[in-house]
């Protein structure tokens, strides 16, 4: 039998790293950089929080003697210059220091296409005042920063050529889809554009073998398509966009898979997004954005990569598909940047890949903008929270009212929970609704399912509750209308899904336990 590498990897997601002390860099009076806290508030990750986050989750991989880390894309805030080289420099400490190797690949805010883009931030002064920095000039009442721009592929490069992009001396062997060149002039891949025409762009895709018998297959599913003002990005789309612009990506994928089974290799292939469902066929919502159809997904699965590592969404969640004889596991890497702010351990042995989720726990410094909150918002109460985990928690609590339940559902469902019960919707279904369905309030149950999508098995949601949801039908409710059935079967099928906080994939079949 074919002897495999075994050994620990990391996988890490979504730092989204913004650089609070780079206020000079966009022409400011102090280094102070601090986004406000109506951004915050609002956003799906935090700002001045990620950079602490990422130093905590680093610090932990060294304590855990981890050395070789992946990171499934956006990696910086927006792809800001100032936040490149803060992220840059922050990792090459580690590698200096602790002999740790970084890959990398694009997520949909680390570049743009081509030359970048100017951008528009808010931000907040010691006294709690607001104002924007933007990069282009004639946007008004905003400070002009050139440097408030997001780069592009080339410049991006640039930064983060030390983490899997371009050939290292230490790699024992590094391919792109195009051949051995890292030259970006020689990684110019044909995107099929809306009309069918023929279109040239830049791919960053890489195959990299990093220690002997480990693949490590980083794929850019970026997607960037000309438009009537300028390139539009189809990262909304996620791999149903790869699939349909950028087909020649999962023949390379193919490709390699083959070799790698080979040649005996181990391997490990991340994008950005996710290759498969992840969400239990839950419509709306995250469904409805970037999670791929059931064709895309079978396309995906045919490219015999089989274990897959994704972001973008800021998930814990485990997929798992078969597509005749070949099987894909995506497993969906939570960002440290928003609830429940995890990475994963990933140990390979000879036919399996034992996953742990890692929670960052306490964070040093995570507090540092909150003095520039309550200036800004005397009566918040985000910026008392005591801990880093609290802190997002509360975080995600007010995204659920404030975002969610206006971008997700109907208008009038917002005031429909908070007048009925769980119980209440049960029986509007047509489903019988036991005496403990009757003590959880219908807008809890919101909470509870957004908080169940994002973090799994790391939800939080008290026993009590979660027993109730996992007792309830996950079939698809034949009565009521579509929001009542889509919360009742979100949360059975959140709270019946396969693992995501300690579980062993069998890398011989699939199977997830």
Not at 156 to 168: E, N, T, V
Not at 431 to 440: G, L, P, R, Y
Request: glycine share 10%; with cysteine.
């Amino acid at each position: 039998m074919t002897s495999h590498w075994t050994g620990q990897v990391a996988v890490l997601a979504d730092p989204h790293l913004h650089d609070v002390a780079a206020g000079r860099a966009y022409g400011l009076v102090h280094e102070d950089c601090f986004r406000s806290l109506a951004d915050t508030a609002s956003s799906t990750r935090v700002f001045n929080e990620g950079g602490a986050a990422l130093v905590r989750a680093l610090d932990i991989l060294v304590e855990h003697g981890v050395r070789l880390v992946m990171i499934a894309g956006d990696l910086t805030d927006d792809g800001q210059p100032a936040n490149w080289n803060a992220a840059a420099s922050l990792l090459h400490k580690y590698t200096q220091k602790y002999g740790m190797r970084f890959f990398l690949t694009p997520g949909n805010h680390d570049q743009w296409y081509g030359d970048g883009k100017a951008l528009k931030k808010g931000m907040v002064t010691r006294d709690g005042v607001i104002f924007a920095v933007a990069g282009d000039p004639s946007e008004p009442s905003a400070v002009h920063a050139p440097a408030m721009r997001q780069v592009g592929q080339a410049e991006m490069l640039d930064y983060a050529r030390s983490f899997g992009f371009c050939r290292h001396d230490d790699d024992l062997y590094w391919e792109t889809p195009f051949g051995v060149s890292d030259a970006l002039a020689d990684r110019i891949g044909t995107v099929t554009d809306s009309d069918g025409d023929p279109v040239l762009g830049p791919d960053l895709s890489y195959l990299v073998e990093p220690v002997e018998g480990l693949w490590i297959l980083s794929v850019d599913a970026n997607v960037y398509l000309p438009g009537t003002d300028g390139w539009v990005d189809c990262g909304q789309q996620g791999w149903n966009a790869v699939l349909h612009h950028k087909a020649w990506l999962l023949d390379w994928m193919r490709d390699v898979a083959a070799r790698a089974k080979a040649q005996g290799k181990q391997l490990l292939t991340m994008s950005h997004f996710p290759a498969i469902d992840v969400l239990n066929d839950v419509p709306g919502g995250l469904a409805q954005r970037v999670m791929p159809t059931h064709l895309t997904a079978d396309a995906t699965t045919a490219t015999g990569v089989g274990l897959h590592f994704s972001g973008h969404w800021h998930i814990n969640r485990t997929g798992a598909r078969h597509f005749g004889k070949d099987w894909l596991v995506n497993v969906a890497i939570p960002s440290t940047a928003s609830f429940p702010a995890a990475f994963k351990l990933v140990n390979l042995e000879q036919t399996s890949a034992r996953v742990e989720t890692v929670q960052l726990g306490q964070v040093p410094g995570f507090d540092a903008g909150f003095a520039h909150y309550l200036a800004e918002q005397p009566d918040a109460t985000l910026p008392r929270c005591e801990s880093y985990a609290d802190f997002l928690r509360d975080h995600l609590g007010e995204l659920t009212g404030r975002r969610y339940l206006a971008r997700d559902w109907p208008t009038e469902f917002g005031a429909y929970l908070e007048q009925e019960t769980l119980a209440d919707i049960l029986t509007q279904i047509g489903v019988n609704a036991d005496s403990a369905t009757t003590k959880i309030p219908a807008r809890l149950a919101i909470d509870d399912y957004y908080f169940l999508e994002r973090g799994g098995q790391l939800a939080e949601i008290p026993a009590e509750r979660l027993s109730v949801y996992r007792a309830l039908d996950s079939a698809e409710p034949l009565k009521g209308g579509d929001s009542q059935r889509r919360l009742i079967m979100g949360l059975a099928r959140y709270s019946q899904a396969l693992p995501d906080d300690k579980f062993t994939v069998d890398l011989t079949n699939g199977s997830v336990t």
